[in-house]
């Protein structure tokens, strides 16, 4: 039978689903318990929080050999991204012969259920998991659970239950897609040409697989809404029922998934995941990976892409600050032309930037870090995991006969979009540890930014921190930090 070329083809447990007809604009969670019946999926807070909606979202591997499994929050994830691919909820768990997953049956052992409404995302978060790691940390099940809110516990029981099912055999612990296999590759096969799907009122959502069939289409039609992640459209969607007329959904575009090595950088493609990324940096920069690691939870990580963030421009946008403070640059593309421009030149306003029209990121640059160089970031927010910044800072350095070099200091909430401090950087560049004082630092913050209170924080408190901040971080420069011969 010839696939219909306006609908949505994915696997569900051995079958090809197609879905036709459905606006554009459905989300995953909508679709699988409307149409499909898999209402063991909830929906809680409908903005990614609360994770009763988790699902595991398998694409093949470059060769096709195996299934790639990440968890997703379904009520952010629009229906046609599932193009192409697989998904497993709790009802796939349930075994021909009616036994349970190893994480149900501990779940249910160890008395982690209550209520039961938040406990399929809980399983599929464990249940991610324990597809990739087969004898999780304590702080790696506490990671993979910082997405899921159970309202009627503590995680104690839930955790004791992840550390009881990772004991089981690693072949009962695996999820079953062997007949998911050859139709994900069929899938492939007929997904290799760009396609526009309609939904039923006649709108695009357009899935290139080429940069040069992206850059095209944005030529024709620039006021279309670039889709990566869709944790941000994914909200706008659900809370302020926005139904963009053209969507671009750039997962089927290989280049923008790519992380290059070009020795001294990483050029990191626009759809690359904050999970990708994190990994990447864990080494090199650790606190960035912290600040990753705090962004969101691992369902958001694992679709949010780094690009995104930058795009969305949010002034409390995380990952920013440590872009700024070691140097990034963007990969720009409008029709067949290219430039480069550094991200401390990319904001011009409050969600205002330097794109032209038609004009979108490929790739951040990423400079690795140089001899004797030292970078710190801290994020403090309310609450520690997946919380809203009131502000983020990170510091880059050199000592050099003791004194601080090559300064470069950013924020996020001070200003209207994430910025570097000039003022403060020259208040250390050329100093001592000991010869930075807190009154300069203050002085400089006042002078650098317009005082003002916000949900978050008030201005007395952020400034606070924006200046103890920096005292921590130099602090920890004395007598720990390797110098560099000049």
């Given at each position: 039978m010839t696939p219909n070329p306006n609908s949505v083809r994915f696997v569900l447990d051995g079958a090809i689903i197609e879905a036709g007809g459905e606006h554009h604009g459905s989300t995953v969670l909508d679709y699988l318990r409307e149409q499909l019946q898999r209402s063991g999926t909830k929906e809680g807070c409908a903005e990614?929080?609360?994770?009763?909606?988790?699902?595991?979202?398998?694409?093949?591997?470059?060769?096709?050999?195996?299934?790639?499994y990440r968890p997703v929050n379904s009520c952010l994830q629009?229906?046609?991204?599932?193009?192409?691919?697989?998904?497993?909820?709790?009802?796939?768990?349930?075994?021909?012969?009616?036994?349970l997953h190893p994480v149900q049956q501990a779940l249910a052992a160890s008395h982690?259920?209550?209520?039961?409404?938040?406990?399929?995302?809980?399983?599929?978060?464990?249940?991610?998991?324990?597809?990739?790691?087969?004898?999780?940390?304590?702080?790696?099940?506490?990671?993979?659970?910082?997405?899921?809110?159970?309202?009627?516990?503590?995680?104690?029981?839930?955790?004791?239950?992840?550390?009881?099912?990772?004991?089981?055999?690693?072949?009962?612990?695996?999820?079953?897609?062997?007949?998911?296999?050859?139709?994900?590759?069929?899938?492939?096969?007929?997904?290799?040409?760009?396609?526009?799907?309609?939904?039923?009122?006649?709108?695009?959502?357009?899935?290139?697989?080429?940069?040069?069939?992206?850059?095209?289409y944005l030529s024709r039609h620039p006021d279309a809404t670039l889709l990566a992640g869709s944790t941000e459209i994914g909200l706008q969607v659900n809370?302020?029922?926005?139904?963009?007329?053209?969507?671009?959904?750039?997962?089927?575009?290989?280049?923008?998934?790519?992380?290059?090595?070009?020795?001294?950088?990483?050029?990191?493609g626009a759809q690359v995941s904050l999970t990708d990324v994190q990994n990447l940096v864990a080494d090199v920069y650790p606190d960035f990976a912290e600040v990753l690691r705090r962004f969101g939870s691992p369902p958001i990580r694992s679709t949010a892409t780094l690009?995104?963030?930058?795009?969305?421009?949010?002034?409390?946008?995380?990952?920013?600050?440590?872009?700024?403070?070691?140097?990034?640059?963007?990969?720009?593309?409008?029709?067949?032309?290219?430039?480069?421009?550094a991200l401390e030149d990319f904001y011009t306003g409050q969600k205002k930037n330097a794109l032209q029209s038609g004009e979108f990121i490929t790739a951040i640059?990423?400079?690795?870090?140089?001899?004797?160089?030292?970078?710190?970031?801290?994020?403090?927010?309310?609450?520690?995991?997946?919380?809203?910044?009131a502000t983020c800072c990170a510091l880059r350095y050199q000592l050099v006969d003791g004194k601080f070099t090559r300064v470069r200091l950013a924020y996020n909430g001070l200003a209207p979009s994430p910025c570097r401090a000039p003022?403060?950087?020259?208040?250390?560049?050329?100093?001592?540890?000991e010869a930075v004082s807190a009154a300069e630092l203050d002085q400089a913050i006042a002078a650098s930014f317009t005082a003002r209170d916000g949900l978050r924080a008030s201005w007395a408190y952020r400034s606070l921190l924006a200046r103890n901040l920096v005292l921590r971080f130099i602090e920890e420069a004395v007598g720990s930090v390797p110098e560099v011969t000049p």
């Open positions: 990614g929080d609360c994770g009763a909606c988790v699902v595991l979202l398998g694409e093949l591997d470059g060769a096709g050999a195996t299934i790639n629009l229906l046609p991204t599932l193009h192409g691919k697989s998904v497993k909820t709790v009802e796939s768990l349930q075994r021909g012969n009616g036994d982690g259920t209550q209520c039961g409404f938040c406990t399929p995302g809980i399983v599929m978060s464990l249940t991610g998991l324990l597809q990739t790691v087969a004898q999780p940390t304590r702080n790696q099940i506490n990671d993979a659970l910082s997405g899921n809110l159970c309202r009627c516990t503590g995680y104690r029981p839930i955790v004791e239950a992840a550390q009881k099912a990772a004991a089981a055999p690693a072949g009962q612990l695996k999820l079953d897609d062997s007949a998911d296999l050859p139709l994900l590759r069929q899938l492939r096969r007929e997904s290799a040409q760009p396609a526009v799907l309609h939904s039923a009122e006649g709108q695009d959502f357009f899935t290139p697989t080429t940069l040069a069939a992206l850059a095209d809370k302020q029922f926005a139904r963009p007329g053209r969507i671009v959904y750039l997962g089927g575009v290989s280049e923008l998934r790519q992380i290059e090595d070009q020795g001294t950088l990483w050029r990191i690009a995104g963030n930058i795009a969305n421009g949010s002034p409390i946008g995380d990952s920013m600050p440590c872009l700024l403070a070691l140097g990034a640059s963007l990969q720009l593309r409008r029709g067949d032309s290219t430039r480069t421009l640059d990423l400079p690795k870090p140089g001899p004797g160089e030292v970078f710190r970031a801290h994020k403090v927010s309310k609450r520690f995991d997946q919380d809203i910044s003022r403060l950087e020259a208040v250390i560049n050329g100093r001592t540890p």
